[in-house]
Every structure is written in structure tokens, then in C-alpha cells.
């Protein structure tokens, strides 16, 4: 299983667990969140969970082997917008703990979490313009929106590592933490939530999401799949992946762009 589950009270604690691929995404590790997130929803037992990674990172992403695999037509159903779908629709509190470099999907998640913390020397990073791709999981609108334009702007556009002072700054996360403490603080923060009545969390949140929030993230999502439709699988995305199947370095000169 490539996530490691753990009860604290009220408290669940996710884990990704794939720490020798950086827990980097396949469509395995999006079921198994997914259906974690629903059963953890489902449970009268859980009031918060938190996520958090195994080992040295938080999540690099999608699993570019994986993603092969979606370019070759070898995956039947990628189950990416079910997992986007259990995080839109979290009914609880759901706090994120960035352990360590949290990269694509394990950047833009985060815009779905309601707490962030964060390691002082973790990093996060989107970079769809190297992979010849656009925003995913509506992080067009979602980072404009929790960040401001122009740091949004900064994010999508350059690719770029963003610090976690810069993150802090940005808006993109809640508190900074020391890497020996981030664990710690973050369970002791939901431990707090968590002695609330689910109740009372889940209709406070539902009054919170009703600014709209995360109905911009479906809408922005939306449209983001069809640019991925146009994109993902074209002569600048098949470029990068093979170039990090064979480990060389991306040359997108001489590829049409219009």
C-alpha cells in the first residue's frame, strides 16, 4: 500500500508512503488517498485528518514513469479527477503537514487543505511550463486567489522553486515549522480541532466553502482538462518525458508552438 494510515484520537493522519520515488503520484497512490479521504469523511470516529509525507518529501508529483504509461493508452481509467473530487468535497477539517519538497499535484493539493503547515526547508514547485503542460486541479484560479495574481503569476509561469519563507509570504501556507517540530505541531493543532463536535467542524467549513472556493477550483479544473487534452500527449510534453525517461536534458527547439 502506498500510503501509511495512522489514529490519534479523532485525529487521522495520512502518510503518502512511496518515500524511494519522492512519493511521487501514480494512479495507484490517487486511488488509494481518494479512497482514504472518503472513508476518513464517512467515519463518526475521525474529526480531522492531516496529510503529510513519508521519508524526504511531501510528494514530487506525478509519476512521470506513470504518465508513460497514459501517453502509451496502458491505463484504462486515470483516476485523478476522483481524487481531486474527494479533496473539492472534504466535508472535514484537513490540515496539510509539508514535510519536505512537494512538487506538481503535491503543491496544488495543498489549495485544498485548510491549514498548511510547513518545514523550513521544504520547497514547492509547479512545473507544468517544463513539461509542456498548463495549471492542473484548478490552481489557475485557486493560486490566484490564495496567493494574488502576481504571485500566481510568478508560480505558473517560471516553474520555479518557491521557498517556504516565500510560500509563507505568498499566503500559499499557514505557519512555518522547524523540521524536527512540523510533525508535532500539526498533530497538536488537529488535536485541538479535533475536540470540537464533528458537527460543528463540518458546518462551519460548508459556511466557509460557500464563498466559493472550491466551486472556482471544479470550474477552473474544468476548463484546465481541456487544455490538458490539447497538450498532454503533443510533441512538447512526449519531448520532456522522454527526456526524463532517458535522462537528458529537455530541448524544445525546433517543436512547432503554434
Known amino acids: 500500500m502506498s500510503l501509511k494510515i495512522e489514529n490519534l484520537g479523532r485525529v487521522r493522519k495520512i502518510s503518502f508512503n512511496r518515500p524511494d520515488k519522492l512519493n511521487a503520484f501514480d494512479n495507484l497512490q490517487f486511488a488509494e488517498v481518494r479512497d482514504a479521504l472518503l472513508q476518513a469523511d464517512a467515519s463518526s470516529e475521525v ?32 483516476v485523478f479527477p476522483d481524487f481531486l473530487r474527494s479533496l473539492s468535497d472534504f466535508s472535514k477539517p484537513l490540515i496539510g503537514a509539508v514535510n519536505g519538497l512537494a512538487v506538481g499535484i503535491g503543491m496544488t493539493l495543498l489549495a485544498y487543505c485548510d491549514i498548511v503547515f510547513m518545514s523550513r526547508d521544504a520547497r514547492l514547485r509547479t512545473p507544468f511550463p517544463q513539461l509542456g503542460l498548463a495549471p ?27 521557498s517556504a519563507d516565500e510560500a509563507l509570504k505568498f499566503g500559499y501556507v499557514w505557519k512555518l515549522s522547524e523540521p524536527s517540530e512540523l510533525q508535532v505541531e500539526a498533530m497538536a493543532l488537529a488535536e485541538t480541532i479535533g475536540k470540537n463536535p464533528i458537527l460543528s467542524l463540518v458546518e462551519t467549513k460548508k459556511l466557509m466553502l460557500s464563498s466559493g472556493k472550491h466551486q472556482l477550483g471544479r470550474e477552473c479544473h474544468d476548463r ?35
Open 47 to 78: 474529526a480531522v485528518v492531516v496529510l503529510t509525507g513519508e521519508g524526504s518529501a511531501f510528494s514530487a508529483g506525478q509519476d512521470l514513469y506513470d504518465m508513460q504509461l497514459i501517453l502509451d493508452g496502458k491505463v484504462k481509467k486515470h
Open 136 to 162: 492542473e486541479a484548478g490552481s489557475s484560479g485557486l493560486f490566484v486567489s490564495q496567493m494574488g495574481w502576481q504571485n500566481a503569476a510568478y508560480t505558473l509561469f517560471s516553474g520555479g522553486w518557491i
Open 224 to 258: 484546465e482538462i481541456e487544455v490538458y487534452r490539447k497538450l498532454m500527449g503533443g510533441a512538447l510534453n512526449n519531448e520532456a518525458v522522454d527526456a526524463f525517461m532517458k535522462g537528458r536534458p529537455v530541448d524544445f527547439s525546433g517543436i512547432p508552438e503554434f
